[in-house]
Nanobody, 123 residues
Framework: QVQLVESGGGLVQAGDSLRLSCAAS????????MGWFRQAPGKERELVAA???????KYADSVKGRFTISRDNAKNTVYLQMNSLKPEDTAVYYC?????????????????WGQGTQVTVSS
């Protein structure tokens, strides 16, 4: 069983930056692929970024060049650095995990989820 706890969300203005963190329990974090997803009101949950156990990454087209996913296996933590935020980035952001060596992109591919953290970007 893996428990995930997100932090770092908040209210910012367009153009600002935020860094989300997701702390994972367990001793085999390095074997897990991790993902960041987001869900806006009335919309489906969508991939933001994913990182494989080996460090390969995948990004949604809408965030390429602005967001960076990274992981620190020594701290059992995955990060999402978000720069040049836009109002359309407003959503609840979720961290997800599963064992595997790919940067999985679909929500149903993940086994464990955090509780989510709200990101609100004002114009």
């Amino acid at each position: 069983q893996v428990q995930l706890v997100e932090s770092g969300g908040g209210l910012v203005q367009a153009g600002d930056s935020l860094r989300l963190s997701c702390a994972a329990s367990g001793r085999t974090f390095s074997n897990y692929a991790m993902g960041w997803f987001r869900q806006a009101p009335g919309k489906e949950r969508e991939l933001v970024a994913a990182i494989s156990s080996g460090g390969s990454t995948k990004y949604a087209d809408s965030v390429k060049g602005r967001f960076t996913i990274s992981r620190d296996n020594a701290k059992n933590t995955v990060y999402l650095q978000m720069n040049s935020l836009k109002p359309e980035d407003t959503a609840v952001y979720y961290c997800a995990a599963r064992r595997g060596s790919y940067a999985y992109s679909r929500p149903r591919e993940y086994d464990y989820w955090g509780q989510g953290t709200q990101v609100t970007v004002s114009s």
